[in-house]
């Protein structure tokens, strides 16, 4: 079965500076990955998807992901943050049935 | 607004109430899924419909837990004999065959169960 774990629950950054976030998954097979983002009273927001092809993906607001098959890595990546990016972060695996999986989240806080 | 709603957006039950929540699925979507989330945790795939045909659950959905889809359109989860584990966010969402990984997620449900 698919897993994802995300090491860091909690990473706090200053405005401005980068932003990397870590995402390892297990799965058999050619993975679906995608990073999605969640703030307070709101729904999952679809941030960056990969299924194939470049290994570098863009995505909405600023981020993108590099998928590192060597490594089972997805990490999620924006050079500048703003405080808007606050919020918690997750990264998740689909399987051949549509089914996501989750990691458990990172929470991002960002300082002025 | 063309979204996922889902309605309530807060529900407080006593244990051993029964409680039951809509999604509203974004209009052209035909699968819709349901998961929940509980604190410090990602979501977790509870079942899904292929227009009103539902066709998987998932071994966290216990025999307290239905979900339906009558018409192919909005779903319901109800859940019976609520209990205090039971308190969780409840997240729908929905995507296009075609596009069935994008899924587009509501608001969620929050349940509380004292």
């Known amino acids: 079965a698919q897993s994802v774990t995300q090491p860091d629950i909690h990473i706090t950054v200053s405005e401005g500076a980068s932003l990397e976030l870590r995402c390892n998954y297990s799965?058999?097979?050619?993975?679906?990955l995608f990073w999605y983002v969640q703030s307070p009273g709101q729904g999952l927001q679809l941030l960056l998807k990969y299924f194939s092809g470049d290994t570098l993906v863009q995505g909405i607001k600023g981020f993108e992901a590099e998928f590192k098959r060597s490594q089972s890595s997805f990490n999620l990546r924006k050079p500048s943050v703003h405080w808007s990016d606050a919020a918690e972060y997750f990264c998740a695996v689909g399987s051949n049935d549509y089914k996501l999986s989750f990691g458990a989240g990172t929470t991002v806080t960002v300082r002025a | 607004d063309t979204g996922v709603s889902q309605n309530p957006r807060h529900k407080i039950t006593k244990r051993g109430q029964n409680v039951t929540f809509r999604c509203d699925p974004i209009?052209?979507?035909?699968?819709l899924y349901w998961y929940r989330q509980t604190l410090g945790q990602g979501p977790e795939f509870l079942t899904y419909f292929q227009n009103e045909a539902q066709l998987e659950k998932s071994r966290l959905l216990s025999d307290r837990f239905s979900a339906e889809r009558p018409k192919g359109s909005f779903s319901t989860l109800e859940i019976q004999r609520t209990e205090q584990g039971d308190s969780a966010m409840y997240l729908c969402?929905?995507?296009?065959?075609?596009?069935?990984?994008?899924?587009?997620f509501g608001p969620g449900t929050r349940l509380t169960v004292t």
């Open positions: 209009s052209e979507h035909n699968r």
């Open positions: 969402a929905s995507s296009s065959t075609g596009l069935a990984y994008e899924q587009y």
């Open positions: 799965y058999g097979a050619t993975p679906y």
